[in-house]
């Protein structure tokens, strides 16, 4: 049998230094090391110090482990006997809630050989001679049944106390973390750190979580699922539709099946086809209000969805100081990241969405445009009608963009009359229509430029780049959008000149 990855609550209670210290003890006591399987028969230990007999049955993919899970189901430890005639010392593990999730099993010892015709059937089933297969059997060893039931229940004692510990850690290592991140990170990292700490207490395979600003609209979001996934975006859009519902109805919502739920079809026309949600609001300190949601999803449903539920809601009941302190430092860094003149985000955070963007972009395969957008004369306008007229004209150009763009596109001003408006997952024909259709509507928009009415018209020049599955860096998107803006520039006063 091939060792399988330590991954998930048993894999973790493995590779853990106290489990080792409880293998050594019993092989200290019987002679016997302890060997893990999961309850699908799959090891999560490496197979050693079996005697002949077990492994001629393993090379031959004969041992009863590959068609007899059932074997390894057992209410305790017990010496239990494989139907290849051997014993075994057998002692179920447990998660935190007694519930059997693997077991823990010693090579095999004399206890109950089989019959010479039983033999003889399943050499020539291995077809290898009779007496290899018996010399093999005869020479397992002796063990005394209740030295090693004895020995056994000190192990079975320990791995329940070891996956208590384990889960109560899990949640404490997590947040631990999380408290140390929010201390060195911005408020654009922050959200993944909450996603990152999410996964790994929930071991599931994609998570979100959502935190809104003291006005109600969307603060920050963040949605991670490990391994490429080409339904990445179909799981993005579930999830964020559950949340915004969490946040708004302020109660936890589990989905134990996906294809059994309207979710699934309401927020992606039924691209998930399989999988289960788990949503938990994120409460005020007051308890009496949401401030955000966090959402985590299974690729495979799953009927018992208590775990994961129980470790979000400790995890926002325990952490809620450090969630809470993200926020503040959220909102804090959102004010340092807006043009207060304009309304628009800062040139600043215009710089790190670029990066995260991009790199999001070369890990899922995507593409990344951004439409750059320059008022024409804008130094003329801040002479004739000074800071607060030009910053009255700004903020209606920054609002007419806004109507006219997916909330998901993000609009920053780049300097003075310059803006960039990055678009996720799109390419450069899609940058081209939104800059074809936003200009016209913002040349012929009626700003007011004084409290009085008087009204200008702006002339805008546009200019359009795109990342491939981000290739381009920040530095190479901008300078194309800029060649590009320069050209409609040369392009427009061409046509004015020469008409």
């Known amino acids: 049998m091939e060792v399988e990855p330590q991954e998930g609550e048993l894999g973790a209670l493995v590779s853990s230094p106290e489990f080792a210290r409880m293998v050594d003890r019993f092989a200290a006591t019987t002679g016997l090391r302890l060997q893990v399987f999961d309850l699908d028969a799959h090891p999560l230990t490496a197979v050693e110090d079996y005697p002949r007999y077990c492994r001629l049955l393993q090379e031959r993919k004969a041992c009863p482990l590959y068609n007899d899970p059932a074997f390894l189901k057992r209410g305790e430890e017990t010496i239990g006997v494989c139907k290849s005639g051997v014993g075994h ?5 447990g998660n935190e809630k007694e519930v059997q999730i693997g077991a823990v099993v010693s090579p095999a010892v004399r206890f109950a050989p089989n019959s010479v015709e ?4 399943l050499a020539f089933q291995l077809k290898i001679f009779p007496d290899d297969l018996i ?12 030295n090693l039931l004895g ?21 404490g290592h997590a947040l631990r973390r999380l408290q140390a991140e929010i201390a060195e990170s911005n408020a654009q990292m922050l959200t993944q750190h909450v996603v990152d700490a999410l996964l790994y207490l929930t071991r599931a395979d994609y998570a979100l979580v959502l935190m809104i600003d003291d006005s109600g609209s969307d603060l920050a979001s963040a949605f991670d699922q490990p391994a490429p996934d080409q339904l990445v975006a179909a799981k993005r859009r579930l999830v964020e539709g559950i949340a915004e519902w969490v946040k708004h109805a302020d109660r936890t919502v589990t989905v134990p099946d996906i294809s059994k739920s309207a979710w699934s079809r309401y927020l992606t026309d039924d691209t998930v086809k399989a999988g289960s949600v788990v949503g938990v609001p994120i409460p005020d300190q007051k308890g009496g209000s949401t401030f955000g949601a966090i959402v985590v999803g299974f690729d495979r449903a799953r009927d018992d969805l208590e775990e994961p539920l129980a470790a979000l809601e400790s995890f926002v009941a325990e952490g809620l100081y450090a969630l809470v302190m993200g926020r503040k430092l959220m ?6 990241l807006l043009d207060l003149q304009s309304g628009a985000s800062s040139s600043r955070y215009l710089e790190d969405l670029l990066d995260k963007e991009i790199s999001r972009a070369s890990r899922y395969n995507n593409d990344l445009a951004v439409v750059t957008f320059e008022i024409e004369a804008f130094e003329v306008l801040r002479g004739k009608y000074g ?8 903020r209606e150009f920054v609002a007419v963009i806004r109507a006219k763009t997916r909330r998901v596109n993000t609009l920053a001003r780049i300097r003075d009359g310059q803006f960039c408006l990055v678009i996720p997952e799109a390419d450069r024909s899609v940058a081209v229509r939104q800059a074809d259709r936003l200009r016209p509507a913002l040349e012929e928009h009626p700003y007011a430029a004084t409290p009085n009415g008087d ?7 546009t200019g359009v780049a795109a990342s491939e599955h981000g290739k381009d860096d920040r530095a190479a998107l901008l300078a194309q959008a800029m060649q590009s803006l320069a050209q409609a520039r040369s392009e427009r006063r061409t046509r004015s000149f020469n008409p």
């Open 455 to 461: 009204i200008v018209r702006l002339a805008v020049d």
């Open 118 to 121: 039983e033999f003889a059937e």
């Open 331 to 336: 909102q804090a860094e959102q004010l340092a």
């Open 89 to 93: 010392f057998i002692a179920p593990v």
């Open 135 to 146: 010399q093999a059997a005869d020479a397992v060893q002796e063990h005394d049944a209740e």
């Open 151 to 171: 020995a056994g229940e000190l192990v079975s004692v320990g791995l329940n106390l070891l996956a208590e510990m384990q889960a109560k850690e899990r949640v």
């Open 387 to 394: 800071e607060a007229g030009l910053g009255r004209i700004l």
